[in-house]
């Protein structure tokens, strides 16, 4: 069970624009910044958003990161193909003293 | 460009010891704001962090604490590297571990992942 959670799922068609959340805590996503992952079969994770809202450079800025309280979502505009992938969020956790991920969203374009 | 790449055996019988290397280039194990850490992924755990080792005028580390009791992560600043130690492995510790970095409280740059079985 993750500390961090997420839906299991989400699709959308090409051009859409697609919503994924990611629900904490007072001691992981209200005390410290949360940061999205993409994840494409076989291969590491690679930085989508970090800081809440930053975007590394080379990530297209179709894809945004936001928080609100304990809360996080990653939105993503302009739904493409290659968009297919799992997405994971992470933020620090002062409590556990460790980082601590969302249980991933496999995301579909239909 | 920060580059990890990691090194080790595929396959541990159980009980035995895990034993992984990252090797570092575009940066320090010593970076002063940096720490680094091992991330191991399964399918019935998710994206697992289990410690880092970080230098701040001396060397610390963190650890999970479900893996506390039986792991070691140590710097080796000649070759610029850093490694993963866990002791006493059972088939629930068969994974894709991955070594990364943390940098301004992001975890920024993986390694290419190591898919370690462990298995009589």
């Known amino acids: 069970q993750s500390v961090l959670t997420q839906p299991p799922s989400a699709s959308g068609t090409p051009g859409q624009r697609v919503t994924i959340s990611c629900s904490g805590s007072s001691s992981n996503i209200g005390r410290n910044t949360v940061d999205w992952y993409q994840q494409l079969p076989g291969t590491a994770p690679k930085v989508l958003s970090y800081s809440n809202n930053q975007r590394p450079s080379g990530v297209p800025d179709r894809f945004s990161g936001s928080k609100s309280g304990t809360s996080a979502s990653l939105a993503i505009s302009g739904l493409q193909s290659e968009d297919e992938a799992d997405y994971y969020c992470a933020a620090w956790d002062d409590s556990l003293k460790g980082w601590v991920f969302g249980g991933g969203t496999k995301l579909t374009v239909l | 460009q920060v580059q990890l790449r990691q090194s080790g055996p595929g396959l541990v019988k159980p009980s035995q010891t895990l034993s992984l290397t990252c090797a570092i280039s575009?940066?320090?194990?010593?970076?002063?704001?940096?720490?680094w850490n091992w991330i191991r992924q399964s399918p019935s755990r998710g994206l697992e962090w289990l410690g880092r080792?970080?230098?701040?005028?001396?060397?610390?580390?963190d650890y999970a604490v479900s893996v506390k009791s039986r792991i070691a992560i140590n710097p080796d600043t000649s070759k610029n590297q850093f490694s993963l130690q866990l002791n006493s492995v059972t088939p629930e510790d068969t994974a894709v571990y991955y070594c990364?970095?943390?940098?301004?409280?992001?975890?920024?740059?993986w390694g290419q992942g190591t898919l370690v079985t462990v298995s009589s």
């Open positions: 575009g940066d320090s194990v010593s970076n002063n704001n940096a720490a």
């Open positions: 080792t970080y230098y701040r005028s001396r060397w610390s580390n």
């Open positions: 990364a970095r943390g940098l301004s409280g992001t975890i920024d740059c």
